[in-house]
């Protein structure tokens, strides 16, 4: 719960036996979490579908920055088969504590 709320800065807007709802502002929820299968279960094998990753969408650039700083300080770095950006986007994909791919990006 600490990832998403004090490192990526989403708000904790409900709660359900074994799960977490997340959003950025007032909403509902963009971001859950549960441990409804149990916790420390193997990943997904990769032979099959599933999701591989998620994104969010920062607002700009100067909170883009902001981010990035947050996961330095906590020392969390992205993997570096991931990594990319341009001169009209950024981007960075990093891993949360279960390992899931998260791309950050701004436009």
């Known amino acids: ?10 708000n904790l807007t409900a709660t359900y ?5 997340f959003a950025a502002g ?6 859950a979490t549960n441990i409804w299968l ?3 279960i193997h990943q ?6 599933g999701l591989n990753h998620f994104g969010i969408e920062l607002p700009n650039n100067e ?3 902001k981010t990035a700083k947050k996961l330095r300080q ?8 991931y990594g990319q950006s341009n001169e009209s986007s950024k981007s960075i994909f990093l891993l949360d504590t279960d390992s899931i791919t ?6």
Do not use: D
């Open 38 to 40: 149990g916790s420390h």
């Open 63 to 65: 909170q883009y920055e």
């Open 102 to 107: 998260i791309r950050l990006y701004s436009k």
């Open 44 to 49: 997904a094998s990769s032979e099959h579908v």
């Open 17 to 21: 036996p074994g799960a977490y709802f």
């Open 1 to 10: 719960m600490m990832f998403y709320r004090e490192i990526l800065g989403l």
């Open 74 to 81: 906590y020392k969390i770095e992205e993997p570096a088969q």
């Open 26 to 31: 007032k909403y509902h929820h963009h971001v």
